[in-house]
Structure formats: structure tokens, C-alpha cells
Nanobody, 130 residues
């Protein structure tokens, strides 16, 4: 069974940049659409960014547009979330999720819906603090 592993979280200051990664300990992720979500203490898990299996489509939450960028490296079987100009409100546990592309194109709302994803990782903590 596909198992996602997030890494790269840490403690940074406002305005800093950080890149977090999502990979799989199982089969390739090349056939999967990937989403990044985050969950702050006491809050729901919210969509951050998504990328299609062929990298043709990317999707972002309004709160991160222009600051975050999602990409994937097929050779490394890894999806990245580059986070720039980080703010204290970006503090959260970041999770990656995956669902099979099935050769289809999915809407932004499909990526945004937590229930669309078939697999999840354990999360990586990102703390933005002065």
C-alpha cells in the first residue's frame, strides 16, 4: 500500500523560506495527483496546493498564491512545496495526500476536498515564529 512520507519541516522566522517534501515508500507517485494540506492547532485540515500527475495543472489556496509553489521530481518520486515569505499564520502540520489520476482531469474543487484523497502521510510540522 502506498505510504506517503513528508519531510523538511522546521522552525523559521517570518519572511523566511522553506521547502517541504513528499515521497512514497511504496510504488511510484507518477500516476497520482498530489495535494498539500495543513492543519493548525484546533483547526480543520485545509487545502494548500495541488498538482496533477503529469504536472500540467497546479492549484493553490488564495492564502498562499504568489508565496507557495508546488512541483514534482519524477526521478526522485518526490513532490515539493516551496514556501516563501512565510507568515506566523502558516504555522501548521503539513500533510500530503494522493489520489489516482485514472487518466482524468480534476477540478480545483476536487483537489480542495479532503475526501478526494486515498492516501495520506503523517505530516511535517512547520512553525513560523519571530
Amino acid at each position: 500500500q502506498e505510504h506517503l512520507i513528508e519531510s523538511g519541516g522546521g522552525l523559521v522566522h517570518p519572511g523566511d523560506s522553506l521547502r517541504i517534501s513528499c515521497t512514497s515508500s511504496g510504488p511510484t507517485l507518477s500516476h497520482s495527483n498530489i495535494g498539500w494540506f495543513r492543519q493548525a492547532p484546533g483547526k480543520e485540515r485545509d487545502f494548500v496546493a495541488g498538482i496533477s500527475h503529469n504536472a500540467a495543472y497546479t492549484h493553490y489556496a488564495d492564502s498562499v498564491k504568489g508565496r507557495f509553489s508546488i512541483s514534482r521530481d519524477y526521478a526522485k518520486n518526490t513532490i515539493y512545496l516551496q514556501m516563501n515569505n512565510l507568515k506566523p499564520e502558516d504555522t501548521a502540520i503539513y500533510y500530503c495526500g494522493a489520489f489516482d489520476a485514472n487518466g482524468l482531469v480534476y477540478s480545483t474543487s476536487y483537489y480542495q476536498y479532503y475526501g478526494s484523497y486515498e492516501h495520506w502521510g503523517q505530516g511535517t510540522m512547520v512553525t513560523v515564529s519571530p
